[in-house]
């Protein structure tokens, strides 16, 4: 049944989605397709759910060609649970990654209130000398800076509330990553 389906649909896909004009010669490609099943081999390795874990396979490396999928190399298979290669160890399963994590967060929260707590100081002076200032020149001057300036917060603002959604949602992503919680605090 699976033949037939593999077989069927590359007819129906060549039929229908067919550039115009081209012939494709059926009898041809089914022959082809036929020699490359029987050049792929079978498994020599039974699975089942008592001998899941317990089966060693080398591991191979593929690469891509025209015809399909072709085996590049193999290395052999190492015992289970066990691999040549050294694993990079993973910085989330260490405390310092979370203390500093935090600790980094909570530094730029403090560094970006202090900057907008400047730059709102800076607009509420320039609001004052637009309000006070008579000449045109300068208040268009004055306009411009203050809208640059008012963008800015708004961007800082922004910056800051990302900030403290990240540290509000960091308590999840270290549980998630089964860290003590205490990591964190």
Same mark, same amino acid.
Do not use: H
């Given at each position: /049944?699976k033949?037939l %389906? &593999?077989i069927l @649909?590359?007819?129906?896909?060549?039929?229908?989605?067919?550039?115009a !004009? #081209?012939? @494709?010669?059926?009898? *041809?490609?089914?022959?082809?397709?036929? +020699?490359?099943?029987?050049?792929?081999k079978k498994?020599?390795?039974? @699975?089942?759910?008592?001998?899941?874990?317990?089966?060693?396979?080398? +591991? *191979?490396?593929?690469?891509?060609?025209? /015809? !399909?999928? =072709?085996?590049?190399? $193999?290395t052999p298979?190492?015992?289970a !649970?066990?691999?040549?290669r050294? *694993?990079?160890?993973d910085? =989330? %399963?260490?405390?310092?990654?979370?203390? #500093?994590?935090k600790?980094n967060?909570?530094?730029e929260i403090?560094?970006?209130?202090?900057?907008?707590?400047?730059e709102?100081l800076e607009?509420n002076? &320039?609001? =004052?000398?637009f309000?006070?200032m $008579?000449?045109?020149?300068?208040?268009?001057?004055?306009?411009?800076?203050? +809208?640059t /300036?008012?963008?800015?917060i708004a961007? #800082?603002q922004?910056? &800051?509330a990302? &900030? $403290?959604?990240? %540290?509000?949602r960091?308590?999840?992503?270290?549980?998630?990553?089964g860290v003590p919680? !205490?990591?964190?605090r």
């Amino acid at each position: /049944m699976k033949r037939l %389906v &593999l077989i069927l @649909v590359p007819l129906f896909l060549f039929q229908f989605l067919g550039a115009a !004009g #081209d012939q @494709v010669d059926l009898a *041809k490609l089914k022959k082809q397709l036929e +020699e490359q099943r029987k050049k792929l081999k079978k498994s020599k390795y039974k @699975v089942s759910n008592q001998n899941l874990l317990s089966i060693e396979v080398p +591991e *191979k490396q593929y690469a891509l060609s025209q /015809m !399909g999928i =072709t085996q590049v190399s $193999e290395t052999p298979a190492t015992p289970a !649970g066990r691999t040549d290669r050294k *694993k990079k160890e993973d910085p =989330t %399963v260490k405390e310092e990654y979370w203390r #500093d994590l935090k600790k980094n967060l909570d530094e730029e929260i403090k560094k970006i209130r202090e900057k907008i707590a400047t730059e709102q100081l800076e607009l509420n002076d &320039l609001t =004052t000398r637009f309000l006070s200032m $008579e000449l045109p020149l300068q208040r268009s001057s004055l306009r411009d800076q203050i +809208e640059t /300036m008012t963008s800015q917060i708004a961007a #800082d603002q922004a910056r &800051l509330a990302d &900030l $403290e959604q990240e %540290v509000a949602r960091l308590p999840e992503r270290a549980r998630k990553a089964g860290v003590p919680p !205490g990591w964190v605090r």
